[in-house]
């Protein structure tokens, strides 16, 4: 999978010629992150993120199919990383003020939460189901030269 400075986002399949299979392209401005999961249906999902303050998270399996998005209107809240729970069912999106948030992927569903762990931009950010012991496990790094391991309740 490639970005590019168009704005759009060819998905590339495994052939000979190595021609894009899609190109997304809702996006208005660079995009800065993206993660990939299956989720319980095995459906594959993509989590894009850009400077236009947005993550869409696609489902990609034969025709792309737009499932959700997050907005953020304010610039200290704009997205520098996102990763989506090992299930496909929940995004995290790291901020450049330093917050980290997260909610369902689905068009129905807009509640965020967030947590504010860094004082500077988030720079890195991975997300990890942990069944066995009822958590997301998500660890982010930041231009505060810091670190920080946050578990979330499993799929809330």
Avoid at 32 to 57: F, G, I, K, N, P
Avoid at 71 to 93: H, N, S, V, W
Avoid at 131 to 146: E, H, K, Q, W
Wanted: proline share 4%.
């Amino acid at each position: 999978v490639t970005g590019v400075q168009t704005c759009a986002l060819p998905i590339l399949g495994v052939n000979i010629e190595s021609k894009p299979v899609h190109v997304l392209c809702e996006k208005s401005a660079a995009v800065t992150c993206l993660d990939w999961q299956r989720d319980r249906d095995h459906r594959a999902v993509l989590a894009v993120s850009s400077d236009d303050c947005t993550v869409h998270c696609w489902e990609v399996n034969h025709v792309p199919v737009i499932r959700g998005v997050l907005r953020t209107d304010k610039r200290q809240l704009m997205i520098t990383y996102c990763a989506l729970e090992t299930a496909g069912t929940r995004l995290f999106c790291g901020t450049m003020g330093g917050s980290v948030w997260h909610c369902q992927v689905t068009a129905s569903d807009s509640t965020t939460s967030h947590v504010r762990p860094h004082f500077g931009s988030v720079e890195g950010l991975r997300a990890m189901s942990l069944p066995n012991l009822g958590i997301t496990r998500v660890v982010t790094c930041a231009s505060d030269l810091t670190v920080q391991i946050t578990d979330y309740p499993l799929g809330q």
